[in-house]
Each structure stands twice: as structure tokens, then as C-alpha cells.
């Protein structure tokens, strides 16, 4: 079974660039969750779909960021237009539905540089 | 509110218990966890602690839970090169699937 694929896995952009990254879950987990780290701070949520609708979008830092799940599938995360401090590592998540311990099933990231 | 501290680095000796520990704020959280990165890898989940335990063990690995200072730890016997990684401590907030994150807590395991 593919696990959580994101895609790309590094992005190098000049500021007031847009950049838009992809998040593949695994098949079947309605929870899909962005988290950006920036270099040593905590891993920091943005938000969270259940199937195509946005549950919590409390982390999302500004109006910049729009993060989409048409048809309760893939993701995008849009950043435009992107600033300095937009550089970090973006993670995305999945998980089963409710009832569960909840294990989040983590991509290996997409790196982003602002420059 | 919501906060998760870890110190940010830790180093032992092969062959050594290393004890990684974390506190958290919201005394709601349901399923505390911990998570290992290793190097340019995703996040996997290690082992997890229900709220209503004191503490769980599984083959190498201890977590000790106080509930009443909010304090999660991590422990790992005989520590190998290979637990060399960064380590996540994170919880579950109640009846909700947000999953909150600490700074991450990097092993270094020397020979």
C-alpha cells in the first residue's frame, strides 16, 4: 500500500513567487493535515480537511496560503505570493477516521526556499 | 492553550538509556505520542500513551505519563546507533483529531 506522498520534494523560489505543493494520502483516510517546520522550532499546524471540507483552519498563518481537497482526494497548498519567512519544511499528514488512536501517517515533506 | 516543550538535543553513549522528556499544557489531551524522524524522512509513529495510563512498555522502549505535572517521557534502553533521529513529542487534544507537536528532541547516539 503507497503511504502519504508529497510532492515536490524541494521548491527554490524568489520572493513574490507562487508555489503550489501536493499531498497524496492514503487511500481510504478522510483526515488530511499540513504542518510546516520551520528550522529547529516545533512542527506547527495549519490545518485540516476531513474528506473535502476544511474542519480546522486555525493554523494558517494569512490570506497567502490556500489549501484546497477537491473531491476529498489530493491536496494542494498554495503560497502567493510567497515571503521570506514562508521557508520551512511542509508536511503533510493523513489519518483513519474517528475511533482510532489517531496515528497520523506522515510524507516525507516538501522543503521550501524563499529566497 | 496548546503547548508542547521538549529540550532540543540529547547525547549518549551506545550501549546507554536515554531519557527524552516532554511536558505539555492542556490537560484534555486524550493520546499522548511519540514520533521518530529520521533523516530526510517523514515523521513515523513510534509508540503512543492513552491519558488514563501511568505507563506503557514495548521491547526496548518506556513511556511514563504524570498527568498531574502534565509530564511525558521517553525512555530508551540500550541505546543504538540506529535511534539516532529526531524525536517528537505531540498530543490529542479530546474528542478531536488535532494533533499538537513539540520542537523535536535530536538523538545523537555515539559509538
Same mark, same amino acid.
Given at each position: 500500500?503507497?503511504?502519504?506522498?508529497?510532492?515536490?520534494?524541494?521548491?527554490?523560489?524568489?520572493?513574490?513567487?507562487?508555489?503550489?505543493?501536493?499531498?497524496?494520502?492514503?487511500?481510504?483516510?478522510?483526515?488530511?493535515?499540513?504542518?510546516?517546520?520551520?528550522?529547529?522550532?516545533?512542527?506547527?499546524?495549519?490545518?485540516?480537511?476531513?474528506?473535502?471540507?476544511?474542519?480546522?483552519?486555525?493554523?494558517?498563518?494569512?490570506?497567502?496560503?490556500?489549501?484546497?481537497?477537491?473531491?476529498?482526494?489530493?491536496?494542494?497548498?498554495?503560497?502567493?505570493?510567497?515571503?521570506?519567512?514562508?521557508?520551512?519544511?511542509?508536511?503533510?499528514?493523513?489519518?483513519?477516521?474517528?475511533?482510532?488512536?489517531?496515528?497520523?501517517?506522515?510524507?516525507?515533506?516538501?522543503?521550501?526556499?524563499?529566497? | 492553550?496548546?503547548?508542547?516543550?521538549?529540550?532540543?538535543?540529547?547525547?549518549?553513549?551506545?550501549?546507554?538509556?536515554?531519557?527524552?522528556?516532554?511536558?505539555?499544557? %492542556?490537560?484534555?489531551? /486524550?493520546? &499522548?505520542?511519540?514520533? @521518530?524522524?529520521?533523516?530526510?524522512?517523514?515523521?513515523?509513529?513510534? =509508540?503512543?500513551?492513552?491519558?488514563?495510563?501511568?505507563?506503557?512498555? %514495548?521491547?526496548?522502549? /518506556?513511556? &511514563?505519563?504524570?498527568? @498531574?505535572?502534565?509530564?511525558?517521557?521517553?525512555?530508551?534502553?540500550? =541505546?543504538?546507533?540506529?535511534?539516532?533521529?529526531?524525536?517528537?513529542?505531540?498530543?490529542?487534544?479530546?474528542?478531536?483529531?488535532?494533533?499538537?507537536?513539540?520542537?523535536?528532541?535530536?538523538?545523537?547516539?555515539?559509538?
Amino acid at each position: 500500500e503507497a503511504g502519504v506522498t508529497q510532492f515536490p520534494s524541494h521548491s527554490v523560489i524568489e520572493k513574490g513567487q507562487t508555489v503550489t505543493l501536493r499531498c497524496d494520502p492514503i487511500s481510504g483516510h478522510d483526515n488530511l493535515y499540513w504542518y510546516r517546520r520551520v528550522m529547529g522550532k516545533e512542527i506547527k499546524f495549519l490545518l485540516h480537511f476531513v474528506k473535502e471540507s476544511k474542519q480546522d483552519e486555525s493554523g494558517m498563518p494569512n490570506n497567502r496560503f490556500l489549501a484546497e481537497r477537491t473531491g476529498g482526494t489530493y491536496s494542494t497548498l498554495k503560497v502567493q505570493p510567497a515571503e521570506l519567512e514562508d521557508s520551512g519544511v511542509y508536511f503533510c499528514a493523513s489519518s483513519q477516521p474517528r475511533g482510532n488512536t489517531g496515528e497520523l501517517f506522515f510524507g516525507e515533506g516538501s522543503r521550501l526556499t524563499v529566497l | 492553550g496548546e503547548d508542547v516543550e521538549q529540550s532540543l538535543f540529547l547525547s549518549v553513549r551506545e550501549g546507554d538509556s536515554s531519557v527524552i522528556n516532554c511536558t505539555y499544557t %492542556d490537560s484534555s489531551s /486524550t493520546y &499522548l505520542y511519540w514520533y @521518530k524522524q529520521e533523516p530526510g524522512a517523514g515523521l513515523q509513529l513510534l =509508540t503512543y500513551i492513552f491519558s488514563n495510563m501511568d505507563m506503557k512498555q %514495548d521491547q526496548r522502549l /518506556t513511556v &511514563l505519563l504524570n498527568k @498531574k505535572d502534565k509530564h511525558l517521557s521517553l525512555r530508551i534502553a540500550d =541505546t543504538q546507533t540506529g535511534d539516532s533521529a529526531i524525536y517528537f513529542c505531540a498530543e490529542r487534544l479530546g474528542g478531536y483529531q488535532k494533533v499538537t507537536f513539540g520542537t523535536g528532541t535530536k538523538l545523537q547516539v555515539i559509538p
